[in-house]
């Protein structure tokens, strides 16, 4: 263009001819400009630092713009969810502490803090999310892992009983189990508290020497006759 630039100005080339190199030029600088994109869209740079946890596409495959080609991981802080029940949200607060064992890490205890507690019920369960986070600096806690949480609570009232959680139903917002009177299958109204290891603690509802139905409750009904194998 600079050749001809300088023809033009002496008038040895004609303004056809010149009009046709700047128009030459223009879609060569439009067709750089669309390699250079594509050359840049090639590379993927990473926000931060962390471990690749999946890999979605491979080399020279044609991917779509937005679509995922790497997850990236950053684990030197954890955050584990936990779903605590309706009777017990109310004892967790935020920045507070907690102790948390990992059975896939031969039981290692980890001190953890809360951080976030959800504020709405899961509609089946009703319990809510908490968020308790991990510092996590041998990144030895790993995405998926379960793992027991404890926290300290002010909640002074004691449970009387623990019977195993698959003997507590739920109706219409209420709990329950099925005791056996008689032979015969006898609802029973109770007021659950924390969930333990070894079960559900019932706080009220229960006197004490009931024998109750752990198995088998699906289709009872009040007075249903019973068979103790």
């Known amino acids: 263009m600079k050749r001809i630039q300088k023809l033009y100005d002496n008038q040895s080339v004609p303004e056809i001819k010149y009009i046709d190199i ?6 060569a600088r439009s067709m750089e400009a669309i390699a250079r994109k594509n050359l840049s869209d090639s590379r993927l740079t ?65 001190e ?7 504020v709405v019920a899961d509609p089946i369960s009703h319990s809510y999310t908490v968020r308790v986070r991990v510092h996590n600096p041998a990144s030895e806690l790993l995405p998926g892992m379960v793992c027991k949480v404890s926290v300290a609570t002010d909640n002074s009232k004691e449970a009387m009983f623990i019977v195993p959680s698959q003997c507590v139903q739920t109706s219409a917002d209420k709990q329950f189990v099925w005791c056996i009177v008689n032979g015969q299958a006898v609802r029973r109204s109770v007021e659950t508290g924390k969930f333990t290891p070894h079960g559900v603690e019932i706080l009220s509802g229960l006197q004490g020497g009931e024998e109750i139905v752990t198995e088998g409750y699906q289709s009872l009904y009040d007075g249903a006759t019973l068979k103790i194998l």
């Open 112 to 118: 953890g803090m809360t951080e976030e507690r959800g």
């Open 46 to 110: 990473a926000p931060f630092s962390g471990i690749i946890g999946k890999k979605s596409a491979e080399s020279g495959e044609n991917v779509l713009p937005g679509q995922p080609v790497y997850t990236l991981l950053k684990i030197e802080d954890v955050k584990i969810k936990v779903s605590v029940p309706e009777k017990e949200i109310a004892d967790i607060l935020k920045n507070q502490q907690t102790q948390v064992e990992i059975p896939a890490l031969h039981d290692a205890s980890y």
């Open 22 to 27: 700047q128009t030459q030029l223009e879609k």
